[in-house]
């Protein structure tokens, strides 16, 4: 079965509040990522996005090197925990409009999913069982799944 746990990246990327926008902005950069966790102890005190990069802090002219994460980023954080449904994972990106989504345990987080992260192994894994239907709807009607070119196995 699916799980969250599967998919969620678990090399976390964080940020401590009082950081600069620009160190985060590099640390997005060198690991290849679009959103930072803000950490508070251990606990999730925001998340900072290319979205808020480019609305809060751009788009408002601010200076990235003077600016802490804290003061830019989404304080409002959607979050999965591990055991969560592939339902309720889809239902918090989509009503939520958001594309990342921290995995927790408790308050801690644990990992992180993306919405193209979700969506590519969703599809990937709906082809999968249309392809199994298939398989098993040719096999209740007598056919050969394996014969493609119309031939026969000498049946």
Do not use: W
């Not at 830019?72 to 979050?79: F, L, N, P, Q, S």
């Not at 969560?84 to 994972?89: M, V, Y």
């Not at 193209?116 to 599809?123: G, L």
């Not at 709906?126 to 398989?135: A, D």
Request: glycine residues 8%; negative net charge.
């Amino acid at each position: 079965m699916l799980t969250i746990s599967a998919m969620m990246k678990k090399q976390l990327v964080t940020a401590d509040p009082g950081e600069s926008v620009d160190q985060i902005a590099r640390r997005m950069r060198d690991a290849d990522v679009g959103a930072v966790i803000v950490i508070t102890g251990e606990s999730i005190s925001g998340i900072f996005t290319e979205r808020d990069l480019v609305n809060r802090l751009v788009a408002k002219g601010l200076d990235p090197a003077k600016t802490q994460v804290g003061d830019v980023a989404t304080g409002d954080v959607h979050t999965v925990t591990a055991d969560a449904s592939l339902r309720e994972c889809a239902e918090k990106l989509m009503t939520n409009q958001v594309r990342h989504l921290p995995v927790v345990e408790g308050s801690r987080p644990i990992g992180i999913l993306s919405a193209r992260d979700f969506f590519e192994v969703a599809a990937r894994e709906m082809e999968r069982l249309v392809e199994h239907l298939r398989y098993d709807k040719q096999l209740r009607e007598d056919e050969d799944p394996y014969d493609h070119l119309g031939g026969s196995y000498g049946r």
